[in-house]
């Protein structure tokens, strides 16, 4: 299996690992969008959470960008990350060496200081 393909597979199991992971209140699902060609990935949550400020039964919408991963020139870039541990960490878990993730949601004078490529 080529790097290419190999990336790709470890972000959709990574991806579809962080679906499973239940919100603590409200009625909130994931959705996942891999489009393979353009190297785009993304995790969506939305449902309805409650607003106990306004009322016992008040409720507002949630829809948002969890996790955007692409991958550009070859290398994991992580646009946008909602975990609470780190996606970064997971790749390096699974086997991809620091040089090829991109924190892309940081600077670039900030990734400069990182352990991670810079671009």
Same mark, same amino acid.
């Given at each position: 299996?080529?790097?290419?393909?190999?990336?790709?597979?470890?972000?959709?199991?990574?991806?579809?690992?962080?679906?499973?992971?239940?919100?603590?209140?409200?009625?909130?699902?994931?959705?996942?969008?891999?489009?393979?060609?353009?190297?785009?990935?993304?995790?969506?949550?939305?449902?309805?959470?409650?607003?106990?400020?306004? *009322?016992?039964? @008040?409720?507002?919408?949630?829809?948002?960008?969890?996790?955007?991963?692409?991958?550009?020139?070859?290398?994991?870039?992580?646009?946008?990350?909602?975990?609470?541990?780190?996606? @970064?960490?997971?790749?390096?878990? $699974?086997?991809? *060496?620091?040089?090829?993730?991109?924190?892309?949601?940081?600077?670039?004078?900030?990734?400069?200081?990182?352990?991670? @490529?810079? $671009?």
């Amino acid at each position: 299996m080529d790097t290419l393909e190999q990336y790709r597979q470890i972000i959709c199991t990574i991806l579809t690992e962080h679906t499973k992971i239940p919100y603590s209140y409200g009625h909130i699902q994931h959705e996942t969008i891999f489009d393979k060609e353009q190297d785009r990935y993304l995790v969506m949550i939305l449902g309805r959470e409650p607003v106990p400020e306004l *009322s016992v039964t @008040a409720t507002r919408r949630v829809h948002g960008c969890l996790i955007h991963i692409d991958i550009i020139d070859g290398k994991i870039w992580i646009q946008r990350d909602g975990t609470e541990d780190g996606l @970064a960490t997971e790749f390096v878990k $699974a086997g991809i *060496s620091k040089d090829r993730i991109v924190l892309g949601f940081r600077s670039e004078e900030l990734r400069e200081d990182s352990e991670f @490529a810079i $671009a």
